[in-house]
């Protein structure tokens, strides 16, 4: 397969905007885009060779003939791995390439074909904040999973940037805290995520004075426990509640989802946690012995699924079932 006129395909135009332009001639080998994309979702040239049952000298070689070809760099390389605007096009009409073919074959009745007696698999490759994977959103769609015979391929990152992997193309699909549509790309609400701050007994005491109520500068001296450096819910908080703009206080930094609840059980600080993570069973052992730091303050976090405008079958029946999962579990306000 050949990718032809890259970026003046009306899907690189709606969807990618790296303002980049290559002949409308040029005919692109999958097999180099295939190996630009490995790399990127691998992490790197030695990953991405495991991937592709190939040497690192050869993925190399491809990513260098491909670039040759484009008379462009599509990869930066340092620490890590970023693609160029040239790459992202690539790489996002890869992917939305692929999803078309399966919905060619879908139409020509040739997708039942079967690989040593299964039934073809796709793949669909989506971005979702933490908290939305551990409680509604995995099984939420897990039937449609199954029935549509699709793969997850999931980027987990923080809801207020999980839109950027859609905006480059690298996912089809994203829960995200961004109500307007980017691009070729519809925003669908979803519901609301409400928050609650909750800490042990022991770090509540802490917080308190004589009198009992909370005090903003002892609550300041605690550590928060918080998921990654890209998380600003706790400031939210604080400024909704508290009307303090970007103030200063320790944190831990805990990228885990079970660790981050245990962290806060264990005493280390305080932290903010879902709703629907604290009505599911599973974490409530864990829990059940934290406090609501001030009660009645919570942080509603709006989320909206952002996804293709134009998109094959098996991805919209993974965009039915996202929106029938958060109607179920999420809050409408």
Known sequence: ??????????????????????????????????????????????????????????????????????????????????????????????????????????????????????????????AVNADSMASWFLPGVANALVQHNLLLDVVIDDQDHTHEALRTGEVMGCVTTLADAMPGCLAEPLGVMRYRALATAEIMSRMKTQTGRISAHRLLEQPAVIFNRKDAIHDRFLKQHLDLQSPAYPKHFVPALDAFEAAIALGLGWGLVPDVLLDSPQNKKQTAKLKEVMPGCHLDVQLYWQHWQQEPSHAAALTQAVKVAAKQRLLFL
């Open 1 to 126: 397969m050949w990718i032809a006129g890259l970026v003046s395909s009306p899907l690189i135009g709606s969807h990618t905007n790296v303002g980049t332009e290559f002949p409308v001639e040029m005919m692109i080998e999958d097999k180099l885009a295939k190996s630009l994309v490995a790399v990127v979702n691998e992490g790197s040239f030695q990953a991405a060779a495991r991937v592709l049952n190939l040497t690192p000298a050869a993925v190399t070689q491809r990513i260098k003939a491909l670039e040759a070809q484009i008379g462009a760099r599509v990869l930066v390389r340092g620490k890590q791995l970023r693609l160029t605007p040239q790459g992202k096009a690539i790489v996002a009409f890869h992917h939305k390439n692929e999803l078309l073919q399966d919905e060619l074959l879908r139409a020509l009745n040739l997708d039942a074909q079967s690989y040593h007696g299964n039934k073809r698999w796709r793949t669909l490759r989506v």
